[in-house]
């Protein structure tokens, strides 16, 4: 997700995001939405990246991408994704009374979406639109 990782950087870092989610609309697609929702399965910040659409008055994510955020090792751990144009909810990582199980299958297939997803995102202008909201 180094798209993301860029974005979110551009836009004030981790601090500035736990109290200020990132929107960013780029003509042509769904809004992008970035937000910090807390500690992850595995201690470190949760970051959840969505695009949303309205059914029906209701908020519908297509897709949501959790992850956790090790900045230090600089990479990107799945947890869950959900799509709910098509009825999709997965777990990749989860606490089972106190032993964290890591699908290790559904976690590999998550870092691949995360990483051709984080080029869609580049290629489709989302970080030009940070920076310009930025002023950079």
């Given at each position: 997700m180094k798209t993301v990782e860029e974005i979110i950087n551009v836009l004030g870092g981790l601090d500035h995001l736990?109290?200020?989610?990132?929107k960013l609309t780029v003509e042509g697609f769904m809004p992008l939405c970035i937000e910090h929702i807390g500690t992850g399965p595995?201690?470190?910040?949760?970051?959840?990246?969505?695009?949303?659409?309205?059914q029906n008055?209701?908020?519908?994510?297509d897709p949501d991408l959790v992850m956790e955020w090790d900045m230090p090792a600089g990479k990107w751990l799945p947890v869950s994704f959900r799509n709910d144009a098509v009825g999709v909810w997965h777990e990749g990582v989860e606490w089972n009374g106190t032993k964290l199980i890591e699908h290790a299958a559904l976690v590999a297939d998550l870092n691949e979406f995360a990483a051709s997803w984080s080029n869609d995102l580049r290629c489709q202008g989302f970080l030009n639109e940070a920076k310009r909201s930025a002023g950079k």
């Amino acid at each position: 997700m180094k798209t993301v990782e860029e974005i979110i950087n551009v836009l004030g870092g981790l601090d500035h995001l736990k109290s200020h989610p990132i929107k960013l609309t780029v003509e042509g697609f769904m809004p992008l939405c970035i937000e910090h929702i807390g500690t992850g399965p595995r201690g470190l910040p949760l970051i959840s990246v969505a695009m949303y659409f309205e059914q029906n008055g209701d908020m519908m994510r297509d897709p949501d991408l959790v992850m956790e955020w090790d900045m230090p090792a600089g990479k990107w751990l799945p947890v869950s994704f959900r799509n709910d144009a098509v009825g999709v909810w997965h777990e990749g990582v989860e606490w089972n009374g106190t032993k964290l199980i890591e699908h290790a299958a559904l976690v590999a297939d998550l870092n691949e979406f995360a990483a051709s997803w984080s080029n869609d995102l580049r290629c489709q202008g989302f970080l030009n639109e940070a920076k310009r909201s930025a002023g950079k």
